[in-house]
Every structure is written in C-alpha cells, then in structure tokens.
C-alpha cells in the first residue's frame, strides 16, 4: 500500500539519504580507519562503536529507500481548494471548552512532528478531521479523554 507524503517530506528524506550516503558514510569509514590503527580489533571499543554506527547508517539508507519507493508523493498545490479537510490541509482548530486554538498540518507518518505542528495523517485527531468542512465540531478520543473542536480554518500547505 502506497504511503502518502508530501513533495516537501519527499525531499527532505532524500537530503537524509544523501546526506548518510555520502559525508556520514566518510566519517564512519575514517573513524573505523583510525580505530583499525590502534591494534586489537577484539577489545577495541572505538573500532565497535563505529562498526556498530557503520550498520545503523545503512540500515537507516535502506529504510529511507525503501520508503522513497512506496511514497506516494502528493502535490498539494495541484489539488483543488474545496474547503475540506484533506491530506495536506492546514488546519485551525478551537477547543470548545478552553476556547484554545490550534494549528496543525496533516502529513505523512515521516513527516509527522508535533512540536512544529505537523501530524501524522494516521493520528486520531487527523482521522477525525478528514472530509471534514470549515466550522464543523469535531469530537476527538484521545488517551486523556473526549475532545471537541471547531474547525475555524481550512487551507492547503
């Protein structure tokens, strides 16, 4: 099944693999050179350490390449305004009892980062708002209990 992502979560991921494909790659190989140097590869701590930063890298190049291929990368700019609430919608919410408001973007499982207000469109508070419309009410279970919002604005990007 085709994981969906953003052009910007896209990019992002492929910045990483570069990234780990090329400088971080040299680094472990100079450090495993170096540690290689110092003698005794059987207690050689350092020469461990960076064999073991060796397998996390390429693992994780793997990973991110595997993901790459199953993405389906969405263009959001290309998708019709209509006002609902779809994958890649920014959305502004208020809480019904605290009046608080927040503002979160739906993306892919990659992409997801709460702390920059970016959600995973597998997240319950994003299932709830999807093909949803501006200033309809919401409910939300969540771990700490029940939740209502409104939605006071719906955007893409």
């Known amino acids: 099944m ?8 896209a990019e992002s991921l492929r910045e990483e693999v ?3 494909k090329t400088a971080l790659r040299q680094e472990i190989t100079q450090a495993i050179a170096e540690a290689r ?3 005794d590869l059987k207690e050689n701590a ?3 350490a960076a064999r073991e930063q060796q397998s996390f890298n390429e693992g994780r190049i793997q990973e991110i390449e595997g993901k790459l291929a199953d993405a389906q990368i969405i263009d959001v700019s290309k998708i019709p305004v209509t006002g609902k609430v779809i994958f890649g919608s920014t959305v502004t919410l208020m809480d019904t009892d605290s ?9 892919g499982e990659d992409e997801a980062n709460l702390r ?3 959600i995973s ?5 994003a299932r709830a708002l999807i093909g949803k419309s501006l ?7 969540t771990p700490g209990g029940a939740m209502e919002y409104e939605i006071t604005d719906v955007s893409l990007g």
């Not at 009046?99 to 993306?107: G, L, P, S």
């Open 18 to 20: 570069g990234h780990r």
């Open 37 to 39: 140097a110092h003698g």
């Open 116 to 118: 920059v207000g970016k």
């Open 121 to 125: 469109v597998m997240a319950p508070i």
């Open 46 to 48: 350092e020469y461990h």
């Open 135 to 141: 200033n309809d009410v919401v409910r939300v279970v």
């Open 99 to 107: 009046e608080e408001i927040k503002v979160y973007r739906i993306v």
């Open 2 to 9: 085709p994981i969906p992502m953003t052009i910007e979560g």
